[in-house]
């Protein structure tokens, strides 16, 4: 059960939903709010198969690559060290100018922006360590995919409740628990590296 609880945090944390908020705004901004729903639920639909996808075939990935669970565990922990840095120092030229006048498709809404490397490569670091455990782990993907969509489609009203800087706050705040929790993965890693 903790297992099921931590592995949606971490999905949650690398979705960051708070910290795609403004990007999911600025891009919607020309569309009314009903079609605006619509585009965000389709996209995180996209975002959703894509990452089950990566679920049930990253085992098959990493066999083919010949690698290591202590390998993926490593670069992961890195790699979302990286990202909580960013989410806790973000840089100067903000993805919030980013604007469309079309409607955007698969990208960048879909991927990268939920379902992004990061995830996806989490994604297969878990289908390997969990290979006799996929109902929890899409039972923790579904949470947090659904998380994550209720907090898009719900953004005027975070943004109302919490302004841009309590929402700045938030990101900080789930950037530091990832910060945690990829110093977790990284160690694991290590561990099983010296075992072996």
Do not use: C
Not at 16 to 35: A, E, Q, S, W, Y
Not at 84 to 100: C, G, Q, T, V, Y
Request: glycine share 6%; aromatic share 8%.
């Amino acid at each position: 059960m903790t297992e099921i609880i931590s592995t949606t945090i971490l999905l949650v944390l690398i979705m960051d939903p708070l910290g795609n908020l403004p990007i999911f705004m600025t891009i919607l901004k020309h569309l009314d709010v009903k079609r605006r729903r619509i585009v965000v639920i389709r996209e995180m639909i996209i975002a959703l198969i894509v990452m089950l996808l990566f679920l049930f075939v990253g085992e098959k990935i990493l066999i083919i690559l010949n690698l290591k669970t202590e390998t993926v565990s490593i670069s992961g922990g890195v790699i979302l060290f990286l990202i909580a840095i960013k989410m806790i120092f973000p840089s100067e030229d903000n993805n919030n100018e980013i604007s469309s006048s079309e409607e955007p498709f698969l990208v960048p809404l879909a991927i990268p922006l939920v379902a992004g490397p990061s995830l996806l490569a989490t994604l297969m670091l878990l289908s390997h360590q969990y290979l006799h455990h996929m109902f929890y782990l899409v039972g923790s993907l579904l949470i947090s995919w659904f998380f994550t969509v209720i907090i898009l489609l719900s953004s005027s009203l975070f943004l109302k409740l919490f302004g841009s800087k309590g929402v700045n706050a938030l990101e900080r705040l789930m950037g530091l628990v990832l910060i945690m929790l990829s110093t977790q993965m990284f160690l694991d890693g290590i561990r099983a590296w010296f075992k072996n």
